[in-house]
């Protein structure tokens, strides 16, 4: 008969029903046994949870042109316009003269607003450049205007007219 070896170690077992613990050696562990049969398939388990999406894929080469329509019929004729606003006056004819850059016979000086032309021009053709900028006047005659301020004694009047 074998002789068992020392034991390695001691356990304490609690017993719940006696309410005592028991001492027991424990003895070194055993070679391992052989591999028993292999035992029946299990019942299959839940399906796990999807995975996440893959990211989108890169975009695929352009198709082919197709081929080019057949032309259409022409559309209905769409309504005429309002008509336009009236053009520019046009030159004077040969026997007018245009006076430019002609100054009035009075100098401005801060308080006169009426103004005299050396000669008379054709009524409705009188323009007033006040500094080089077109200032509105009311005509009086065909000789004389007026400002509706007084311009200053720096001020520079020039007249643009169809002489008579």
């Not at 520019?88 to 430019?100: E, F, I, Q, S």
Request: net charge neutral; charged share 15%.
């Amino acid at each position: 008969m074998a002789t068992s070896p020392a034991p390695n170690a001691y356990r304490a077992i609690f017993d719940p029903n006696t309410g005592r613990v028991q001492i027991i050696a424990v003895g070194r562990q055993g070679d391992e046994g052989k591999v028993g049969l292999k035992g029946e398939r299990g019942p299959r388990g839940a399906t796990g949870r999807s995975g996440s999406s893959g990211g989108a894929g890169s975009q695929g080469p352009t198709g082919l042109t197709g081929a080019q329509g057949d032309t259409g019929a022409q559309g209905i004729q769409g309504i005429q316009g309002p008509i336009g606003q009236s053009g520019l006056m046009g030159p004077p004819g040969p026997d007018v003269v245009l006076k430019t850059y002609q100054a009035p016979v009075e100098s401005p000086n801060g308080s006169r607003v009426q103004f005299t032309l050396a000669e008379s021009y054709v009524a409705g053709t009188l323009t007033t450049f006040l500094n080089g900028i077109v200032e509105p006047i009311t005509e009086v005659n065909t000789t004389t205007f007026n400002f509706s301020q007084a311009p200053v004694t720096a001020d520079t009047i020039y007249l643009s007219y169809r002489k008579v």
